[in-house]
């Protein structure tokens, strides 16, 4: 079975810092990948997704990921920081299984952006 | 059209009440869910239908009721919800391959008093 792991439920950055979401899965096949944002109350926006295309993935609003297999690791990334991006990060892994439908996500991380 | 529409955007009921929840489609997607989230929480699949069948129910209480009226329409049902059901309920729709996302909802938040 699939799964991914968010290290860090809460991150905080200044504006115009460096973003770094953490985002590990597991998983015995190739995986499809998925990095979704939501802002409050809202629904659930996709900013980029890894189909194997290719290893660093360019997505929506500047944000990027690289997936790497040997370290399983799919970390979200940003060079600076708006106070725009403060919201709810979620990571996700396809599953593979009879059910192929289904997105397993991660606990999510919180990111906060200071002025 | 790249949206999934959902309607209400909030509902508020009583335990003995029966309402519903909708969603919309128009991008020929083939499959939909239901979602379930908590505050703080990532979503938690409840139903999903592809080709307008029902494909998956993750051992969701009776007392909810999907229904697909057709491929663009999604329903949920509501009948005897309790306080702990007060969720935001979230739409999405999908291709049906692998590497397709889902497309999500704006939600609906369901307050059980």
């Known amino acids: 079975a699939q799964s991914v792991t968010q290290l860090g439920s809460h991150v905080s950055v200044s504006e115009g810092a460096l973003v770094l979401l953490r985002c590990n899965y597991s998983?015995?096949?190739?995986?499809?990948l998925f990095w979704y944002v939501q802002y409050p109350n809202q629904g659930l926006q996709l900013l980029l997704k890894?189909?194997?295309?290719?290893?660093l993935v360019k997505g929506i609003n500047g944000f990027e990921a690289e997936f790497k297999k040997s370290e399983t690791s799919f970390h979200l990334t940003k060079p600076s920081a708006h106070m725009s991006d403060a919201a709810e990060y979620f990571c996700?892994?396809?599953?593979?299984?009879?059910?192929?439908?289904?997105?397993?996500f991660g606990t999510g991380t919180l990111l906060a952006v200071q002025p | 059209d790249t949206e999934v529409t959902q309607t209400p955007k909030h509902l508020v009921m009583g335990m003995t009440n029966k309402k519903s929840l909708k969603c919309e489609q128009h991008m020929g997607h083939r499959a939909m869910y239901w979602y379930k989230q908590k505050a703080k929480k990532p979503p938690e699949l409840m139903f999903v239908?592809?080709?307008?069948?029902?494909?998956i129910n993750e051992s969701v209480p009776s007392r909810f009721s999907p229904e697909c009226p057709n491929s663009s329409l999604l329903n949920l049902h509501l009948h005897a919800l309790q306080p702990e059901d007060s969720a935001l309920y979230l739409c999405?729709?999908?291709?049906?391959?692998?590497?397709?996302?889902?497309?999500f909802g704006p939600g609906t938040r369901l307050t059980v008093l």
């Open positions: 996700a892994v396809r599953d593979y299984g009879g059910a192929t439908n289904k997105l397993i």
């Open positions: 890894y189909t194997s295309a290719a290893t």
């Open positions: 999405a729709s999908s291709q049906d391959r692998l590497e397709d996302e889902q497309f």
């Open positions: 239908y592809s080709y307008e069948k029902l494909s």
């Open positions: 998983s015995s096949v190739p995986p499809y």
